[in-house]
């Protein structure tokens, strides 16, 4: 059974793709797609686990919303610093909550890092600690079914069009990648799945699960 990589080897893995990271349109899309899905029409406060160059945290509105990223790796965390010289930024491990104000953020997000992170189950419980009374997390990650149901996936495939395999991570993305695997860890861990969205990049093609988690009552 394969395990998450150590905390060293993510973040100087990370450090090393810090200064090409923005080059990809599939992260930039995939950060805008997040925002659009949570919506911000009543979120004033926003924890993004994992942000990377702090791509989702850039995507929101410049002006309202108080903004906290978190990642492992110092060389992201610089480049997000240079485009968010408003937001608290902080090198940590994502899987804790860092240590701000209780029941503090209305909305916690993680994109495509869930499946990289030692226990899910555990970080997204260390998460509710800092959710306000009607917070939400908004997660993405990368779909591991076929997803030929999705009309986009289908068209692009009678097109020739082939999804990136994961390699050595197929595993870990196994654990969050399906609708069915997302419920599962949101029951495991006090949460409820209330919707779920799949966002696609045609080319190169790319699937992505988009989940709402909300506390269970």
């Known amino acids: 059974m394969q395990t998450a990589e150590s905390p060293d080897e993510i973040a100087r893995r990370f450090d090393e793709r810090a200064g090409q990271y923005d080059e990809s349109a599939f992260h930039r899309e995939l950060a805008e797609a997040i925002v659009r899905f949570a919506g911000t029409g009543n979120v004033r406060s926003v924890l993004d686990m994992a942000t990377g160059t702090g791509l989702v945290l850039r995507a929101l509105p410049e002006k309202g919303i108080r903004k906290v990223g978190v990642d492992l790796s110092p060389g992201m965390i610089a480049v997000a610093r240079g485009h968010l010289p408003e937001a608290q930024l902080i090198v940590g491990d994502a899987s804790i909550a860092p240590e ?96 779920v969205s799949t966002w696609v990049l045609p080319e190169p093609l790319e699937v992505c699960l988009l989940a709402e988690l909300v506390p269970a009552p």
């Open 100 to 195: 701000l104000e209780d029941a503090s953020f209305d909305l916690v997000t993680c994109v495509t890092a869930l499946h990289l992170l030692p226990n899910p189950a555990d970080a997204l419980r260390s998460w509710r600690s800092v959710l306000a009374p009607d917070g939400r997390v908004v997660v993405g990650v990368f779909r591991t079914d076929d997803a030929r149901d999705v009309p986009e996936v289908a068209e692009a495939m009678s097109h020739g069009e082939q999804r990136r395999p994961h390699g050595t991570h197929d595993e870990l993305h196994a654990r969050v990648g399906t609708e069915e695997a997302l419920r599962a860890l949101a029951a495991k861990s006090g949460y409820q799945v209330s919707r």
